[in-house]
């Protein structure tokens, strides 16, 4: 977790000096305990390596994302605005369903994503930032998951 804090905080300087734009996702699996609790933890870990093989496919190399807990994701998006950064959690949960179909059997406990988008405010400190993208997330879990919500407030 620290590589990833010293990562961000290195973006949010360049993005600074360079008056670029800069995004987070927040991205968490909807229904994972149950699903955990269904299937057992070896199937729960296949879904988040599904997930991270996913993530990675979506993203430029100029992007990063790290493992942000147990079942969320954070990942960074350099030179990105808010709106920009929505169609790629778009991508990543639109994509998702797809290619862990054969690890769910047909037993009602599909997973789906939840993802928060913000986009970088001038001045703001890192904690300030993550803090934001989580609170985005779990206003897109509320609201019923399976969504992206770009939080600009």
């Avoid at 670029?20 to 070896?42: A, C, E, I």
């Avoid at 990063?64 to 969320?72: F, I, K, L, S, V």
């Avoid at 949960?93 to 001038?122: C, K, M, N, Q």
């Amino acid at each position: 977790m620290r590589h990833f804090y010293a990562q961000l905080q290195q973006e949010i300087d360049r993005a600074l000096r360079y008056k670029n734009p800069l995004s987070l996702l927040l991205l968490d699996v909807d229904r994972f305990k149950q699903y955990n609790d269904t299937f057992g933890h070896l199937e729960g870990d296949q879904i988040l390596f599904k997930l991270g093989e996913v993530i990675r496919e979506c993203l430029r190399k100029s992007d990063t994302a790290y493992r942000y807990g147990g079942d969320e994701f954070i990942v960074v998006l350099p030179q990105t605005q808010g709106d920009e950064a929505w169609n790629v959690a778009e991508r990543i949960r639109s994509s998702f369903p797809a290619v862990h179909e054969d690890l769910v059997p047909d037993e009602g406990v599909g997973t789906t994503l939840s993802i928060g988008v913000v986009e970088y405010r001038l001045g703001e400190d890192l904690s300030k930032f993550v803090k934001r993208a989580d609170q985005a997330m779990y206003k897109a879990k509320n609201q019923g998951g399976n969504q992206s919500l770009l939080v600009e407030e």
